[in-house]
């Protein structure tokens, strides 16, 4: 009988609470462990595949930057041109689900990109890391996983970066995705993928592209936009505003967001937790009628932090306005696939 060779893996090891351990004579746990020491714990893992460990930092994802994130796409890139089969990315949960939409925006390979983390660090009973790392290797192993651009798989479950969202301070089932439910799972040795996300969106941003500043500015009530007024924004050149509903403002606001808007492009979200903005509905001042009308780009269904994600990417890689809002209109509904190329 001939046997195959197991698959081969790279996994980027990022640090986060999955490489956080309790350190004697010191209150609280702190990033500690490398890739190679997190792989220690999943005895049987060579006969699902070939992992290699990339150590890539060793951080809180709170620390994470756009500059790591583009350094680490280069990478990842470079990996799966070399014959990778696959790749898997271990990091904190704070910023995990912008990391991986960022990978899933600037990686078009076929090769399977997972995302992972952990809940609970090494040094708590029932710590969920080592269970997660083995199911992202599974599925970074699986060619049923290919072509679906960047996932993240947490508790034996595989979701689209693009609709991911963590959802709790601590459950370790923190990540669902709302608007439509998990693409897959993993049940023992198997990886079921049961939909696939429509259309893919690619930035390709060079390694001399300059950086961009995006604020993300959420709408509360009773407010009065002092926050949006462009001296407040100073040096960025984007912003992501966290509206109301389907996305609606108090209409004392609206003139702030004009000007805003004149300056640099201004992307309307909603800070609900799922569902699709509205375009045709609410015609007051402060309703998304109003503010499509004063030339505000709406984000569809993206919430707020993804929609920070793109519109920084888009404007890194030169993205023009029209582009901008292109774009958003078919980040989610697959109606288009747009490559936007940045600098070389």
């Given at each position: ?17 999955i490489a956080s351990t309790s350190v004697e004579g010191r209150a609280g746990a702190d990033v500690s ?154 049940t023992e040795d198997r990886v079921s993928i049961f939909l696939r996300p429509l259309g893919r969106l ?143």
């Open positions: 009988m001939k046997h195959t060779a197991p698959p081969a893996v790279v996994m980027f090891a990022m640090g986060g609470t462990l490398s890739g190679e020491e997190l792989l220690h714990a999943l005895p049987g893992l060579d006969s699902i595949a070939s992992v290699t460990v990339r150590s890539f930092l060793k951080v809180p994802s709170g620390d994470l930057t756009m500059q790591d994130v583009l350094q680490l796409a280069t990478e990842i890139r470079g990996e799966v041109e070399r014959g990778t089969g696959g790749v898997v990315v271990t990091q904190g949960t704070d910023t995990l689900e912008e990391v991986a939409y960022a990978l899933d925006l600037l990686l078009h390979v076929d090769a399977p990109v997972v995302v992972t983390g952990a809940m609970r660090n090494a040094s708590l009973p029932g710590s969920d890391g080592p269970a997660n790392i083995l199911a992202a290797v599974k599925v970074a192993s699986s060619e049923d996983a290919r072509g679906m651009g960047a996932v993240v798989v947490f508790n034996d479950e595989i979701h689209a970066a693009r609709l991911v969202r963590k959802r709790h301070t601590t459950s370790t089932a923190t990540f669902g995705s709302p608007l439509a439910g998990p693409l897959g799972l993993v690619q930035i390709q941003v060079g390694t001399d592209a300059p950086d961009v500043k995006v604020a993300l500015i959420s709408v509360a009530f009773d407010d009065d936009g002092a926050l949006l007024q462009p001296a407040a924004l100073a040096g960025y050149q984007g912003a992501v505003v966290a509206a109301f509903g389907a996305g609606h403002v108090p209409r004392t606001i609206v003139p702030r967001l004009r000007e805003l808007n004149e300056r640099m492009p201004v992307v309307v979200a909603s800070r609900t937790f799922a569902g699709e903005m509205l375009r045709a509905t609410y015609a007051y001042p402060g309703g998304e009628m109003d503010l499509l009308a004063n030339g505000l780009i709406f984000a569809g269904a993206l919430d707020a932090p993804h929609a920070r994600i793109l519109l920084r990417l888009l404007l890194i890689a030169g993205a023009s306005r029209q582009v901008i809002a292109r774009a958003f209109d078919s980040a989610l509904t697959g109606r288009e696939d747009i490559i936007v190329a940045g600098h070389t």
